[in-house]
C-alpha cells in the first residue's frame, strides 16, 4: 500500500476519471468523491474529436479501441439549413495526416465512465466514494484538506492535491474562492431521443449534422441505437411543457413527418452556460473540465476540452509526484488550459450557435455561401476541420511557455 497522500478528486465524470487513470498509471493513489449515488447515465456528451482518441491512445490503446467499438464511427460533419437541405459537408480524412483517427466516434460518455471504473477498480490505487458531496476544501502548506458530507455524516480527508472536476456548480471551485466570469443563456436546450431512423428521409444524412433555422434549429445526432434531436427552448416556457408529450411530438414530427407517433426513451432539458473560471488553481486546489470552464454543446467540445485539462493536468500532477516544483507547473497549466476555453472552445461554439440561429435572410445567405467555399476547397477545408476538430487548439496549447 503507497504511504503517498492521495490525489483527492471531485466528480466521478469523465473528466474526473481520466486524471483517476494517469496518476494510478504512474503509481499515485487517488481518491474520488461523487455526491451521486452513482455513475451518472448522462446523454449529453457524445462526441469524441480525433485529437482525444489520439491522447487516450497513447494512455492505453485498449481504452482507445473500446470507445471506438461501443460508438459509432463519423467521418463526416453535415451543415444543413431546415428548408433547403444540405448546404455543406466537410469530410475529416482530409486529416489523416494531422491524427491517426480521422472521424469523431458517436459514444456517449457514461459508457466511458462505466469502462474507466473497470479499469480502475483493480489498481487498487483508486477508490470511488459515491453519495459523497463535497461541501469545503481548506490549503494547507504541504497538504490540503477536504470535507465530505455522506451517509455517516461529516468527515474530513487530506490529500496532496485537489482537483476540482465537480462541474458547473464546482463546490471546489466555490472553496477555492476562485470567480466564474461569462453568462447563461436565455433559452435552455432539450434532448430528446428516438430510435426511429431519421437517415432515409433525407438525402445523404450523416451521422453529425448541425441543421439552421431562423425559428427553430437543431441538431441531429447518430450514436449507438439511437437518433439524439436536441432544440433550443425559449426562456419562459416551463420544463413540464417543454418535456410533454404533445410538444415533442410536435417538434419531432416538424424534422421528419410520419402518420405513428414518436418514440422517445430519453428527454432531458438544461441551461446552457458560456463561463471560464477566472483562476484554474490556487494553492492546493486545481480545477478541469465544467469547473473550470463551459459552453454550448454546439461542436462537441465540451468533454473533449475537459479531457484534454485532465491529461494536461494529470500529467503535471506526475512531475510533481516526482519531485518538480509544483508552482510553475501548475501556473504553465492555467497560460496553456484557460486561452484555449476562451479563444477556441467558447469562441467555435459561440460562432456555431449565431450561425445556426440568424434571423437575417441576407446573412444567413452569406454565411451559407461561405460554407460551401469552405467546403470545396481543400484548403480551406482542412483549415477549417482542424479547428472544429480542436487539434488547433491543441497545437496553440504545446506553443505556450
Request: hydrophobic share 40%; net charge neutral.
Amino acid at each position: 500500500m503507497s504511504s503517498k497522500l492521495p490525489v483527492l478528486i471531485a466528480g466521478a465524470g469523465p473528466v474526473g476519471l481520466t486524471v483517476a487513470l494517469v496518476l494510478t498509471r504512474a503509481g499515485i493513489p487517488v481518491e474520488v468523491f461523487e455526491k451521486a449515488t452513482d455513475l451518472a447515465e448522462d446523454l449529453r456528451a457524445s462526441t469524441w474529436h480525433p485529437p482525444t482518441l489520439d491522447m487516450l491512445d497513447r494512455i492505453d490503446p485498449a481504452l482507445t479501441r473500446r470507445i471506438i467499438e461501443m460508438g459509432l464511427i463519423a467521418r463526416h460533419t453535415q451543415y444543413r439549413d431546415r428548408r433547403d437541405g444540405l448546404v455543406a459537408e466537410f469530410d475529416l480524412e482530409q486529416l489523416r495526416g494531422d491524427t491517426a483517427h480521422p472521424y469523431r466516434v458517436q459514444c456517449e460518455q457514461f459508457k466511458y465512465t462505466r469502462l474507466l471504473r473497470e479499469v480502475l477498480q483493480p489498481t487498487g490505487l483508486a477508490h470511488l466514494h459515491f453519495g459523497a458531496a463535497v461541501v469545503g476544501a481548506t490549503n494547507h502548506a504541504d497538504s490540503v484538506e477536504l470535507q465530505v458530507e455522506d451517509a455517516t455524516g461529516r468527515r474530513s480527508v487530506r490529500g496532496s492535491y485537489l482537483v476540482g472536476a465537480d462541474g458547473v456548480w464546482s463546490a471546489v471551485r466555490i472553496a477555492a474562492g476562485i470567480e466564474f466570469e461569462g453568462f447563461t443563456f436565455p433559452e435552455r436546450f432539450y434532448t430528446a431521443s428516438t430510435q426511429f431512423d431519421f437517415a432515409p428521409h433525407f438525402d445523404r444524412l450523416s451521422l453529425v449534422n448541425y441543421v439552421s433555422d431562423p425559428q427553430e434549429w437543431c441538431v441531429l445526432l447518430r450514436v449507438p441505437g439511437l437518433w439524439r434531436v436536441l432544440f433550443p427552448t425559449a426562456p419562459d416556457e416551463p420544463d413540464e411543457q417543454v418535456m410533454s408529450d404533445a410538444a415533442t411530438e410536435r417538434r419531432l414530427q416538424a424534422v421528419v413527418a410520419r402518420h405513428e407517433p414518436y418514440q422517445t426513451v430519453h428527454r432531458t432539458i438544461y441551461r446552457v452556460h458560456q463561463r471560464v473560471a477566472q483562476r484554474y488553481f490556487t494553492g492546493r486546489m486545481v480545477l478541469a473540465g465544467d469547473a473550470a470552464h463551459v459552453n454550448n454543446p454546439l461542436g462537441g467540445m465540451g468533454m473533449n476540452g475537459g479531457l484534454h485539462d485532465a491529461i494536461s493536468l494529470a500529467n503535471r500532477l506526475v512531475r510533481i509526484d516526482r519531485g518538480e516544483p509544483a508552482e510553475p507547473l501548475l501556473a504553465h497549466y492555467e497560460r496553456e488550459r484557460r486561452p484555449i476555453a476562451i479563444d477556441y472552445i467558447n469562441a467555435n461554439t459561440g460562432r456555431n450557435k449565431k450561425i445556426m440561429e440568424e434571423r437575417d435572410p441576407a446573412v444567413r445567405a452569406q454565411s451559407q455561401d461561405e460554407m460551401r467555399r469552405m467546403a470545396d476547397d481543400p484548403v480551406q477545408a482542412r483549415e477549417f476541420l482542424l479547428r472544429t476538430s480542436m487539434i488547433s487548439a491543441l497545437r496553440a496549447a504545446a506553443l505556450v511557455q
